[in-house]
């Protein structure tokens, strides 16, 4: 019994210690200065079973199951999302990125900024939607132009790919291929 009840204490007070902050960032809704703009990753905010993919230089292709958290913050001036790996055969810990994204009103497109403090990784990319897809594009850590995709987009699942390009962007190379369905 004392084993089921102190880590549930212990996880109230943490929640408790949080709790304005988190009510600080959070917003129910898009801000009505981005329009119809406020779609383009609204329509995302929920959270999502994440099938993740990644693509090897060998061929193979190594699979781990996760979510994706999205949702309005900052006055419903951006999106903050958190990718999160469950622990597996090839990872004893959850891996956890976060991604800040908002509209520039300014330049007219969304820009993001990915973290993952245990990849040691920051990364920006920049664009926005491309047909019925989003297209948000920069440069990687080791300034090889890359490519994230976000496509086949409904309310109950996405596609995300994440390409690299090691020739100024004429052929583009898959490393992430990603599949979410949105949680019930």
């Not at 959070?26 to 200065?33: E, L, V």
């Not at 973290?115 to 491309?130: D, I, K």
């Not at 297209?135 to 490519?147: E, Q, W």
Request: proline share 4%; aromatic share 12%.
């Amino acid at each position: 019994m004392r084993i089921t009840i102190i880590p549930l204490v212990f996880a109230i007070a943490l929640l408790a210690t949080d709790q304005p902050m988190i009510r600080a960032l959070a917003a129910a809704n898009p801000h009505p200065s981005l329009g119809e703009e406020g779609q383009t990753f609204g329509r995302l905010v929920g959270a999502w079973d994440a099938d993740f993919a990644f693509h090897r230089d060998d061929g193979s292709v190594l699979h781990h199951k996760g979510e994706i958290l999205f949702g309005w913050v900052i006055d419903g001036r951006a999106i903050e999302d958190l990718w999160i790996g469950y622990p597996d055969s090839s990872h004893a810990e959850r891996y956890v990125g976060v991604t800040f994204r908002f509209f520039d009103t300014n330049r007219k497109l969304w820009r993001c900024v990915y973290v993952s403090p245990q990849s040691n990784y920051v990364v920006t990319v920049e664009g926005g939607r491309e047909g019925d897809r989003i297209v948000l594009r920069g440069v990687d850590f080791d300034g090889m132009p890359i490519r994230w995709t976000y496509s086949e987009i409904t309310h109950d699942s996405f596609h995300w790919q994440g390409e690299k390009s090691h020739d100024g962007g004429k052929t583009w190379k898959l490393e992430e291929d990603h599949h979410m369905t949105r949680r019930a």
